[in-house]
């Protein structure tokens, strides 16, 4: 199985901050017949389902604010919020979606300081 | 528009079963496969496995390979998860999400969950 470690567990920050989060993946996510990354970062708040943000690392979902970029390529992968906003605050995975089993990180909490 | 409307919320005994449902409305029910996700209180997310609706073709996490059981209803475009066995360990939040049908797809709706308390 595709372990995906994720790093900080928590960030705490002020709105109007740059944060950076990580995500390391035990294998290369990238498929080699089309060079595609398949990694995506999902968000989630209290009480709420996940929503996914990014896929193919660096594609945001439509709807989602450009305040948000994915990057990284084979086992190293990052999601940059550009300024916080209040309703950044979440819980934040990443998944491996090249093989199954389709796996997911810990999270990284972003609080507010 | 797209929506996953999964059943509420379950109490159920140690070593009982449990069927939950996740209805599917405003796409072709067959054109993607179901995906359902476990959450336990404070923790992170578990893939459980999936069902091509088309087909009835499931794939489980080697995990959940004797825990749950997949079957889809396409006449009322309802996916439903059974779980067996159940004990405490079992009591979480599972999701339903929708996924295209192949690697590269990603998760792009999900319901809202249904709650499963495991108690005596």
């Known amino acids: 199985d595709i372990v995906m470690t994720q790093s900080p567990s928590s960030l705490s920050v002020s709105a109007g901050e740059k944060v950076t989060m990580s995500c390391k993946s035990s294998?290369?996510?990238?498929?080699?017949?089309?060079?595609?990354?398949?990694l995506a970062w999902y968000q989630q708040k209290p009480g709420q389902p996940p929503k996914l943000l990014i896929y193919g690392a660096s594609t945001r979902e439509s709807g989602v604010p450009d305040r948000f970029t994915g990057s990284g390529s084979g086992t190293d992968f990052t999601l940059t919020i550009s300024s916080v906003q209040a309703e950044d605050l979440a819980v934040y995975y990443c998944q491996n979606d090249h093989s199954y089993p389709l796996t997911f990180g810990a999270g990284t909490k972003l609080e507010l300081k | 528009q797209v929506q996953l409307q999964q059943s509420g919320a379950e109490l159920a005994k140690p070593g009982a079963s449990v069927k939950m449902s996740c209805k599917a409305s405003g796409y072709t029910f067959t054109s993607y496969w179901m995906h359902w996700v476990k959450q336990r209180p404070g923790q992170g997310l578990e893939w459980i496995g999936y069902i091509n609706p088309s087909t009835g073709y499931t794939e489980y996490n080697q995990k959940f390979k004797d825990k749950a059981t997949l079957t889809a209803d396409k006449s009322s475009s309802t996916a439903y998860m059974q779980l067996s066995s159940l004990t405490s360990e079992d009591s979480a939040v599972y999701y339903c999400?929708?996924?295209?049908?192949?690697?590269?797809?990603?998760?792009?709706?999900w319901g809202q969950g249904t709650t499963l308390t495991v108690s005596s």
């Open positions: 999400a929708r996924r295209g049908t192949g690697l590269g797809s990603y998760f792009d709706y």
């Open positions: 294998q290369s996510l990238l498929n080699s017949g089309n060079q595609k990354n398949y």
